[in-house]
């Protein structure tokens, strides 16, 4: 194995550097996923040359940040090119307090993170073939499938403890073991994942959640005490009893629904993140076998774990929203009307994800996907739908503004009740969602309330 097919433009950066007189390899992630046939995302390069001659032989470099990173646009790609660098002296169990540029390739190779990650394809210039530089041994790993660290291991996590998480999401990622010696470090050095920000454990949980199995990485936080300290609302999960599954806690009642949920709608990353929330409320809400106001309460709390993890609004809105409603109970005699009241109550265009959200729930209940008639509901929603019904307050017939000049009164709260109430009217009987019926309704309202006593 000697080559290595990389993009037009990565070639054109290699090729560049190498005529200037400067050694480039390809490395990282690139040259693992490339070696395991998976989608490259970025990629990087590693050059001896000093962040200044990076940004003179490519005119159109962007120099990025003090650790020498210059991004070079080419063919439409965004090649990071790296001085060849080695780290110092770790004070935070975080960040090198210092970094010194190298000329050797090796020494780069080894301040990296696991084998698998510390393969290099390339040159020096003055060499007249390109080819891969593995001084750990990581296309054994590869072959073998095992994440293990480069170095000692307890060294290098306690160095950087994002390194914990990093291994656990690989491991899920490639479906990769953990190599043991490489998995007692995670043990040792668990509480230091303290050290990470809240925001790189929301972008690791992110990956973690995409990997399939999802639950993968998961079990290797639990196995290795990582979750307790990096997530420990979910760490409460644990020997919760359920009555549910046989022998499943609550935890793996979770991880289970999370796996659901990702074969029933394997794009859908939310979903996914939900699932794996959906009973956050439960271990505080305990009490004599029963889990009352669980909904509400995980959704507090979900709620507060991904704002602390630096999520974005929508995302919280949604994944709150659907943790907050999980527990409604469909029964064949739901009225038309019933049904059309849970679409705008749950919101028409997080009803679908919610009942996928059921669906995955059941299956973590050892239940089948359909249990409690959720195919029937699906389809009365559907057949409800279908004649596009008013469903929210911009669907009325009237806004706000036609009261307040057609009945004479100052906007306020009166207006804000006067078309709730006209809002389940229509909900109710959708014929009735015309300007001079919802106007005659609200005008007898108001003469009965300011008449009454
Ligand atoms: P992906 O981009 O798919 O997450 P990657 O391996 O490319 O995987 P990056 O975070 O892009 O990961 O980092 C690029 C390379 O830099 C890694 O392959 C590894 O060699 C090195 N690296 C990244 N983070 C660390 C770290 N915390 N400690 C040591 N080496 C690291
Ligand atoms: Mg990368």
Redesign the pocket.
């Known amino acids: 194995m000697t080559d290595l097919t990389v993009p037009g433009g990565v070639r054109t950066v290699l090729e560049t550097l190498w005529s200037n007189g400067h050694a480039a390899y390809v490395?990282?992630?690139?040259v693992?996923?490339s070696l395991l046939g998976r989608t490259v995302?970025?990629w990087?390069v590693a050059t001896s040359a000093r962040p200044e001659e990076i940004a003179q032989v490519f005119p159109a470099g962007r120099y990025e940040n003090r650790f020498g990173t210059v991004t070079v646009p080419v063919d439409g790609l965004d090649v990071q090119t790296t001085t060849f660098r080695r780290d110092h002296l770790y004070r935070d169990h975080r960040r090198p307090d210092d970094v010194t540029f190298t000329d050797s390739l090796e020494e780069d190779l080894a301040?990296?993170?696991?084998t698998v990650?510390?393969i290099a394809w390339g040159r020096e210039a003055s060499a007249q073939t390109a080819h891969f530089v593995d001084p750990t041994n990581g296309t054994a790993d590869l072959q073998a499938r095992l994440v293990r660290a480069v170095g000692d291991p307890a060294t290098r996590f306690d160095e950087?403890a994002?390194?914990l998480l990093?291994a656990a999401r690989?491991a899920a990622?490639l479906d990769f073991d953990i190599e043991p010696r490489t998995l007692e470090a995670m043990r040792g050095s668990a509480e230091t994942v303290r050290w990470v920000s809240q925001e790189r454990i929301g972008a690791e949980l992110r990956?973690m959640i995409a990997a399939d199995p999802p639950s993968a990485a998961f079990v290797v936080l639990a196995q290795t005490g990582l979750l307790e300290h990096a997530l420990p609302e979910l760490a409460a999960q644990r020997g919760i009893a359920q009555d549910k599954i046989p022998g499943h806690d609550l935890w793996m009642h979770s991880l289970t629904a999370l796996d659901a949920a990702a074969a029933i709608d394997p794009g859908n990353q939310m979903l996914r993140l939900t699932a794996l929330l959906h009973d956050i409320g439960k271990p505080t809400t305990y009490a004599n076998g029963h889990f009352v106001g669980h909904d509400t309460e995980g959704a507090k709390l979900a709620e507060a774990l991904l704002a602390r993890l630096a999520f974005p609004r929508r995302e919280i809105e949604l994944i709150t929203a659907l943790i907050g409603q999980h527990m409604f109970n469909y029964e064949s005699r739901w009225s038309g009307a019933a049904v059309r009241r849970f679409v705008r109550r749950v919101g028409r265009d997080r009803v679908d994800d919610l009942l996928k959200l059921r669906a995955a729930d059941n299956v973590g209940s050892g239940l089948a996907p359909n249990a409690g008639k959720l195919d029937e509901l699906r389809r009365r929603i559907d057949d409800e739908l279908r004649s596009n019904p008013p469903l929210s307050l911009s669907d009325l017939a009237l806004r706000g503004d036609d009261l307040v000049t057609e009945l004479n009164i100052k906007p306020g709260p009166v207006v804000g009740r006067l078309l709730e109430r006209l809002m389940s009217l229509v909900i109710a009987d959708p014929n009735q969602n015309r300007r001079d019926i919802l106007l005659a309704h609200a005008t007898d309202w108001l003469a009965r309330e300011t008449k009454a006593p």
Request: charged share 50%; hydrophobic share 25%; aromatic share 10%.
């Open positions: 490395v990282g992630g690139a693992r996923d995302n970025d990087d301040r990296r993170d696991f990650n510390a950087d994002l390194r990093r690989f990622q990956r």
